[in-house]
């Protein structure tokens, strides 16, 4: 009997995942009602959906500001980009340090989530949004942000006239 070790596949599963979002980055994403999601392995988790005419996201940024944090909106995009600010400030620093503790002590990491690297999120949503209204609140280490549709996107109720 064949036994198929389901962590040996792991690496193939984000191969498959981050071509196909490669491809979807080239030639667009496939024209369905759901909002596709752009985005590097290990960067923050993102919830996306959907309330009346507006959309919403939540991106968990914890001990990020909101001057770490930068949205912008074009057509059906946006895009979310963060950095610690000390971390471009700070980047030769940390380095000497983690070298003089490297040649005062051996440390060896079992697991290891903590660090805060830049990230950037593209999402693309199946219409137009508002951009001139999106608008983010940064609360707790999470920032929501409310998408409103454009007018093209919302349902209009055509009268019909009589002859």
């Not at 996201?57 to 946006?78: C, F, Q």
């Amino acid at each position: 009997m064949l036994r198929i070790n389901s962590q040996c596949l792991t690496p193939a599963l984000a191969l498959r995942t981050d071509m196909d979002q490669l491809i979807a980055d080239v030639f667009g994403p496939p024209h369905d009602a759901a909002p596709t999601m752009g985005g590097r392995r290990g960067h923050p988790a993102v919830d996306v959906w959907e309330e009346n005419d507006d959309y919403f996201v939540a991106l968990d940024i914890p001990g990020l500001s909101e001057s770490d944090v930068k949205i912008t909106a074009l057509g059906r995009e946006l895009t979310l980009e963060g950095a610690p600010a000390e971390a471009e400030e700070n980047e030769t620093e940390q380095a000497d340090t983690l070298r003089e503790k490297a040649a005062a002590t051996e440390v060896t990491y079992f697991h290891r989530e903590r660090n805060a690297p830049a990230f950037q999120r593209v999402i693309r949503f199946p219409f137009e949004i508002d951009v001139e209204h999106v608008a983010g609140h940064l609360e707790a280490g999470v920032l929501t942000i409310r998408i409103p549709k454009a007018a093209s996107a919302k349902p209009r109720k055509i009268e019909i006239q009589a002859c």
